[in-house]
Nanobody, 118 residues
Framework: QVQLVESGGGLVQAGGSLRLSCAVSGSIGNIRTMDWYRQGPGKQRELVATIANEGSTNYADSVKGRFTISRDNAKNTVYLQMNSLKPEDTAVYYC????????????WGQGTQVTVFS
């Protein structure tokens, strides 16, 4: 089992910044990648950013150049630094990981709300 707890969401004006954190605990030895997803009002959940254990990263085109995913292995924490925020970034942001151990196991955090106003 893996537990994911997000924090850092809030209300911010367009152009501002926020940093989300995801505290990871439990059976973390099987984890190879960590992701941030988001789900805006009336939209499907979408992948925002991924970081692998070796440090490689991938981003959705909509956030490239504005968002940065990183990890602190000593703290078992993954971060999402969000700069130049836009109203369309408004969403609930979820931390996620998945790995196959017998079967595919998906783990999600509870989500943290980010609201960007113009």
């Amino acid at each position: 089992q893996v537990q994911l707890v997000e924090s850092g969401g809030g209300l911010v004006q367009a152009g501002g910044s926020l940093r989300l954190s995801c505290a990871v605990s439990g059976s973390i030895g099987n984890i190879r990648t960590m992701d941030w997803y988001r789900q805006g009002p009336g939209k499907q959940r979408e992948l925002v950013a991924t970081i692998a254990n070796e440090g490689s990263t991938n981003y959705a085109d909509s956030v490239k150049g504005r968002f940065t995913i990183s990890r602190d292995n000593a703290k078992n924490t993954v971060y999402l630094q969000m700069n130049s925020l836009k109203p369309e970034d408004t969403a609930v942001y979820y931390c996620h990981t998945a790995y196959k151990l017998g079967y595919l196991r998906n783990y999600w955090g509870q989500g943290t709300q980010v609201t960007v106003f113009s």
